[in-house]
Antibody, heavy 122, light 106 residues
Framework: EVQLLESGGGLVQPGGSLRLSCVVT????????MSWVRQAPGKGLEWVSA????????YYADSVKGRFTISRDNSKNTLYLQMHSLRAEDTAVYFC???????????????WGQGTLVTVSS | DIQMTQSPSTLSASVGDRVIITCRAS??????LAWYQQKPGKAPKLLIY???TLEGGVPSRFSGSGSGTEFTLTISSLQPDDFATYYC????????FGQGTKVEIK
C-alpha cells in the first residue's frame, strides 16, 4: 500500500525558515516525480513545486520561486521542501503528492499525504 | 499561465440527485484534466484523469467528459458519501486547480 506522510510543519515568524519532509512507503520513490501542493485555510488547492524522479529537474510556482527549494533523497524515500523568507500568505496545509510519471512531463497526482500545517505569524 | 474556472462554487443537492460541475480552462488543454474529491481535514482523492478515465475503485456514478476548454464532472445519483468539495486540475502545462465546488446537503 502506498503511503505518504508529511512532517515538519509548525508556527514560524515572518521571515523565518522551515523544512518539510514527506516519507513515502510502498513504492520505489525514484520511479516517480513528486510535488508539493498547499491549501490556505478555507481556500482551494495551489501547486507549489515539483521534482523529477532523479531530482535533476525542478519547477516552482512564481509565488515561491527564489524562496522555496524542493529536493529528494531516494535512498531514504523522502521528499523535502525547504522554505525561507516565509510570509503570512504562506500559511497553509502543505501536501506532498505523487506524480504518475518519472520525468516532469506533467501528469496527475494519484496519491497524496494527509498534510502538515505551516503557520506564519508573529 | 492556464487558469481554471469551476462553476458553481457551491451546489445544494439531495441524495439521489444528478449533479453536474463545470470546469473551464483559459486555453486548450486537450484532455489533460483530472478531478479530485476532498473532504474536510482530508487529502484530495483522485476520481478521474485524462478528462474521462475513472480511477480504480471510484464508483461508476462518477463520470467526466469534455476536451479543449470545457469539462464536466457528473455524479449520476448523489450518495451521502459524496458531499464534499470537488476540484478540477489541468496538467497540460504545469499544474493549476479550479477554485473548487462544494456540494452540500439541500
Amino acid at each position: 500500500e502506498v503511503q505518504l506522510l508529511e512532517s515538519g510543519g509548525g508556527l514560524v515568524q515572518p521571515g523565518g525558515s522551515l523544512r518539510l519532509s514527506c516519507v513515502v512507503t510502498g513504492l520505489t520513490l525514484s520511479s516517480y516525480a513528486m510535488s508539493w501542493v498547499r491549501q490556505a485555510p478555507g481556500k482551494g488547492l495551489e501547486w507549489v513545486s515539483a521534482i523529477s524522479g532523479s531530482g535533476g529537474d525542478t519547477y516552482y510556482a512564481d509565488s515561491v520561486k527564489g524562496r522555496f527549494t524542493i529536493s529528494r533523497d531516494n535512498s531514504k524515500n523522502t521528499l523535502y521542501l525547504q522554505m525561507h523568507s516565509l510570509r503570512a500568505e504562506d500559511t497553509a496545509v502543505y501536501f506532498c503528492a505523487k506524480d504518475t510519471t518519472t520525468f516532469l512531463t506533467f501528469a496527475y497526482f494519484d496519491y497524496w499525504g494527509q498534510g502538515t500545517l505551516v503557520t506564519v505569524s508573529s | 499561465d492556464i487558469q481554471m474556472t469551476q462553476s458553481p462554487s457551491t451546489l445544494s443537492a439531495s441524495v439521489g440527485d444528478r449533479v453536474i460541475i463545470t470546469c473551464r480552462a483559459s486555453q486548450s488543454i486537450s484532455d489533460w484534466l483530472a478531478w479530485y474529491q476532498q473532504k474536510p481535514g482530508k487529502a484530495p482523492k483522485l476520481l478521474i484523469y485524462k478528462a474521462s478515465t475513472l480511477e480504480g475503485g471510484v464508483p461508476s456514478r462518477f463520470s467526466g467528459s469534455g476536451s479543449g476548454t470545457e469539462f464536466t464532472l457528473t455524479i449520476s445519483s448523489l450518495q451521502p458519501d459524496d458531499f464534499a468539495t470537488y476540484y478540477c486540475q489541468q496538467y497540460h502545462s504545469y499544474w493549476t486547480f479550479g477554485q473548487g465546488t462544494k456540494v452540500e446537503i439541500k
